[in-house]
């Protein structure tokens, strides 16, 4: 499987920007995808997940209610839209892809993107 991200940039403090992330060699409808953050020095962290039947989405505390992510199996594209920016969400954001279900754990997925960047300025 392989994941290409897309649509980071720079934009001003409570501004929205949407990343995407195509998911290429697998069967979509089959993973769950999340995506993670890591600025330089510290560990990569979970940002949002949404299960393979789109029925399950989770986030964490830090971007809950700001941020959403959704999927669209006819275009193997997950997308992350960003809402409210602050510049403590300036970092790479990296989507992934396990089987069936979405999960909080870096260990849990095998496959990666390449990261798109996004910085926040204030």
């Known amino acids: 499987v392989q994941l290409v991200e897309s649509g980071g940039g720079m934009v001003q403090t409570g501004n929205s920007l949407t990343v995407s992330c195509v998911v290429s060699?697998?069967?979509?409808?089959?993973?769950?995808v999340g995506w993670f953050r890591q600025t330089p020095g510290e560990d990569r962290e979970f940002v949002a997940g949404?299960?393979?039947?789109?029925?399950?989405?989770i986030y964490s505390d830090s971007v809950k209610g700001r941020f959403a992510i959704s999927r669209d199996i006819a275009k193997n594209t997950a997308y992350l839209q960003m809402n409210s920016l602050k510049p403590e969400d300036t970092a790479t954001y990296y989507c992934?892809?396990?089987?069936?279900?979405?999960?909080?754990?870096?260990?849990?997925?095998?496959?990666w993107g390449q990261g798109t960047q996004v910085t926040v300025s204030s």
């Open positions: 060699g697998g069967t979509f409808s089959s993973y769950a």
């Open positions: 992934a892809a396990r089987l069936l279900y979405a999960s909080r754990d870096v260990q849990d997925f095998g496959a």
């Open positions: 949404i299960d393979y039947n789109n029925k399950n989405e």
